[in-house]
């Protein structure tokens, strides 16, 4: 039996939420099938921008090499470059979750403590990595990471203002 709260709202007991990753107050979008069953997504604003994302990604790619990934808070939205296919659609880990909850940007390097495995099935087959929360609305909705095969001192300051960048553009098309 589906329960309402006083605004209005579904409530989605707590079981649910832990096992399909919602955060109380993550918008949901609720459908019905022609059984009757009631279905729910997640509602994910950046989502919105994934054909736009991955133009982006693919730029970004071209430009400076490597790996090239969007995401929402719970997956890949957008990948280019090389590995795409390995990243494309894959939920993120609980690592790059936590540096999107707490809107760290970052540039790190495969030995660093700090270094984030950006699915929950990652090789990491890449020496260094950028990654900068895209924040909307004043929320953090996802991020945007730059991998490299090159070493921290040959492309830290680039990568990071890169992706910087991209966050900050991507944040904004959302809000307009």
Request: proline share 2%; hydrophobic share 35%; net charge negative.
């Amino acid at each position: 039996m589906t329960q309402w709260d006083d605004l209005g709202r579904v409530v989605v007991p707590k079981e649910i939420r832990r096992t399909l990753r919602i955060r109380e107050g993550d918008p949901l979008e609720i459908y019905t099938d022609r059984e009757g069953e009631i279905i729910l997504k997640k509602y994910s604003p950046i989502g919105e921008l994934s054909a736009f994302a991955e133009q982006y990604a693919e730029s970004l790619a071209q430009t400076m090499g490597g790996l090239v990934c969007v995401s929402d808070r719970d997956h890949i939205i957008a990948a280019a470059g090389s590995g795409k296919k390995d990243y494309n659609g894959k939920q993120i880990s609980r690592q790059l979750e936590s540096v999107i909850q707490n809107r760290v940007h970052r540039v790190t390097d495969r030995n660093d403590s700090n270094f984030v495995r950006i699915t929950t099935d990652d090789r990491a087959d890449y020496q260094t990595q950028a990654i900068s929360t895209i924040i909307s609305d004043g929320d953090a909705v996802g991020a945007v990471i730059l991998c490299s095969a090159d070493s921290l001192e040959k492309s830290g300051g680039a990568q990071e203002k890169l992706v910087q960048t991209a966050a900050g553009f991507l944040g904004r098309q959302m809000e307009s």
